[in-house]
């Protein structure tokens, strides 16, 4: 498989050179010239928008960095653009960081609203400073050179962008594809579970909006050397939007949407601006209100862009299982059975007056399995986001393997060892059941972005891929590795969330109504796997509304009744108690 896609990327790449090699009419070699150079921009944007769910209008100013800056150094300095290049990515890279750092903590609507800010202000920073020429800009931008030999216009910058746009397009469907890009298409479904599994969602935030900050960055350059000429029109707030526009016309979510966005837009751009005036009778910008039209009918009746329909016949690359070989992962040292794992100290909390847990206490020690049970509204969910730092303690103390971790994130907490499923599913749907659940797997990898675009993350990635594989069929679930996740039953769904958890080798695990939408047969081999974790040492907290489970399983039991513990002990112990039987078995059978 891995040679095949090599194959199909050399082809790709030939396919440029020979393209350009073609006698196509240097009319199109320059209109194929613009499209590559607003590819890149939309190559970020399908990373940022479309993948990471995060909707940035200023683009056009980052190309604005990259095209200004080598601009400037060139003229003003007589530096080589293969070096102001470098220059450029490194002053885009630091603005990107800035307004990320502010803009990235912001949700909803204020982020689109803080990046047109961004990308007006920094318009008119260019249009106004004399260094800058103002609104004329700079004149004479010298043309690209590999020795002697022009590479600024026409067929050989053809082949040039197109091949970066290439490389852009093929790192970013590696990045995609490993441990850094599961983080990043976890950030759309909201923090709580991506932070659940380790990951810090601010920093992945930041990292992709520098990454799409630098793909424009190169693109203004390439743009600043083709044209000759900057000046702040190209990179104000209306290019920002159309490229946000190409994006969404293209299909945000996939790499190959990106190009066929822009050359969709392009194309659509130079026939309409004739043909619009023959029509009309009259000449103006009508093609923007066609474009407009167009838009508003993608996002109603194709709303994953114009790729989509190119997509689906495109045969799928299947996931050859390339890591039976694989190296296993390092486990971390278990508790020693008896020795407390966790220590709930009398835990609080209050939603205004209503208070859901009423200074809760209990522990659980090492190799035991604790059933939380309780009539629903009890606060169990409240109880296990207060042990995992999902919420924060209006007062208390959790201590996990004897440190203090209330306060801490939810994410500091799973690295040291604390691992959990959710009430109410919590997954990406449009990933596979492998990929889903190799993202418990997060914290033991350490490859980071750039490895994942080169391709050096491989050895760890598979090393990963044979855990979650692992993982899934000690749950049963190895038949459905290649599935997407978004097509699973309830229960497949549940189990693949327990997969998930377990994926992270934790030494406490918190499991949330697992067996809620199993059917029998599933149920006993939940019980047969939860038996068979702690006979490992594993220890587990269980919320759980099946008596019999809970019964067969646990080893104590906490009973809840409105946020207040009712009482605890063991499963016999509950079940002669007359206040458990009046308040929550009474009410249960
Ligand atoms: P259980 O899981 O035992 O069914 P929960 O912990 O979900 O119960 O809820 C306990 C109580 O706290 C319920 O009355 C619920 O309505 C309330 N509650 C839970 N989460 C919130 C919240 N974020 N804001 C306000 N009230 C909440
Ligand atoms: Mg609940």
Redesign the pocket.
Known sequence: MKFTQNTQRLALLAGVVVLALLPLPDFWITQLNYIALYSLVILGLVLLTGIGGLTSFGQAAFVGIGAYTSAYLTVNMGLSPWVTVFAGLAITALSALVVGWITLRMSGHYLPLATIAWGLSLYYLMGNLDALGKYDGILDVPTLKLLDWDIGQGRPFFVFAWGLVLLGAFALINLLDSRTGRAIRALRTGSQMAEAMGVDTLRYKIGIFLIAALFASVSGWLFAHFQHTVNPSPFGLKMGIEYLFMTVLGGAGYVWGAISGALITKLLEDQLQVLLPQLIGTSGSYETIVFGIVLVLVLKYMPDGMWSLVGRYLPKPQRVNDWQDAAPLVERAKPATGDTVLEVLAIR?Q??G?V??NDIGFSIQAGQIVGLI????????????LITGV?GLTSGQVKFRGELISGQPSREIARRGMSRTF?HVKMIPEMTVLENVALGAQLRGHKGALSSMLRLDRAEEQSLLREAAQQLERIGMGGSLHELAGNLAMGPQRLLEIARALCSDPALLLL?EPAAGLRHQEKLALAAVLRQLRDEGVSILL?EHDMDLVMDVCDHLVV?EF?TLLTQGTPEEIQQSPAVRAAYLGTEH
Do not use: H, I
């Not at 309780?374 to 986001?385: I, M, Q, R």
């Open positions: 909390k939603f205004g209503l859901a847990v309780g009539p629903n509204g009890a606060g169990k969910s409240t109880t296990f986001n919420l009430q949330d919320v809840m946020g």
